[in-house]
């Protein structure tokens, strides 16, 4: 099969959302049409000077915006010189360009119905595609999102989350959980999941199709625990945010 192309797209957003996030969105440049991708999939990101030069080698993003919506929204931890300048370039109207959509870490074959989805940081972004895919359809699955965090004000996407699991009750749960932060008036949980936190925010195991995304600790971590709980490996997908 030939490689996806190398499109271009039009920033539209660069900005901080949390301390150390970035959500970047951009929109097919004139004439491109954007490419179809299936919900948890990922971009190749190929960033050029203005010479047309490649700045690093290509990065890869995880889509965190839902097909049905225009253009690509990304959601990047800023953590060495990449990220860095990424935070600081590209300017609004700007061009970056993008290969994909590539990755299997989608619901495609997923027949439980029930999917409890670990995200560590930014690890939510292909989880926020996959719930707002089927959100906006009829919803054949009920997900149980345990989103992890060092501190409460580093939940990207955490409003939005919040409002449809109010709109959606049937269908969208979120636990929420934080690693470092003291902070009194934090009503969620605390400290990483374990088997025991997880098995008392999601109940019984079993029937269940697990999704794991985030940095290589937190996967190689989750991955502990629920094996510890009994799950067995073929039920747990994951995704590593190397
Ligand atoms: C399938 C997939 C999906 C991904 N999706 C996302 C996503 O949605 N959001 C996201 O934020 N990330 C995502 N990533 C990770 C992303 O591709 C990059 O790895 C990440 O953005 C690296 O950022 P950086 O600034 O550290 O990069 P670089 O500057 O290229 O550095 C790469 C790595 O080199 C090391 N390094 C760099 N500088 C130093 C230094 N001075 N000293 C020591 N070590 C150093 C660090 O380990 C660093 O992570 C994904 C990765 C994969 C494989």
């Known amino acids: 099969m030939p490689l996806p192309q190398i499109l271009p797209y039009r920033v539209t957003r660069n900005e901080f959302v949390t ?7 951009c929109v097919s440049a004139e004439g491109v049409e954007r490419p179809s991708f299936v919900a948890g999939q990922f971009m190749m990101l190929h960033w050029k000077d203005e010479l047309g030069d490649l700045i690093d080698k ?3 993003y995880s889509i965190a915006s839902a097909p049905q919506e225009e253009g690509f929204i990304f959601s990047i931890k800023i953590y060495g010189p990449y990220t860095t300048r990424l935070s600081q370039e590209p ?3 700007s061009i970056v360009h993008l290969q994909g959509p ?17 995200a560590g940081g930014v690890g939510i972004a292909p989880f926020r595609s996959m719930i707002l895919d089927e959100l ?3 919803p054949i699955h009920s ?4 989103y992890s965090n060092k501190t409460k004000s580093s939940f990207p996407f955490k409003e939005e989350l919040d409002t449809l699991s109010l709109q959606h009750p049937k269908n969208l749960k979120v636990s929420y959980t934080i690693t470092q932060d003291g902070d009194p008036d934090w009503t969620g949980h605390r400290g990483r999941w374990t088997a025991e936190s997880i098995k008392k925010e999601i109940g019984d195991g ?5 999704f794991v995304c985030g940095p290589p600790p937190f996967v190689v971590e989750m991955q502990d625990q629920l094996a510890k709980m009994g799950v067995e490996k073929n039920k747990v997908k ?3 945010f190397t």
């Open 19 to 25: 301390e150390h996030v970035i959500q970047l969105e």
């Open 206 to 210: 079993g029937e269940t199709t697990f």
């Open 91 to 93: 300017k609004l109207g």
């Open 136 to 138: 906006t359809r009829i």
């Open 58 to 60: 290509p990065h890869a």
């Open 102 to 118: 590539y990755g299997l870490f989608t619901l495609q074959k997923v027949q439980n119905e029930r999917v409890v989805l670990l």
């Open 238 to 240: 994951v995704e590593k």
């Open 143 to 146: 997900f149980h999102i345990l």
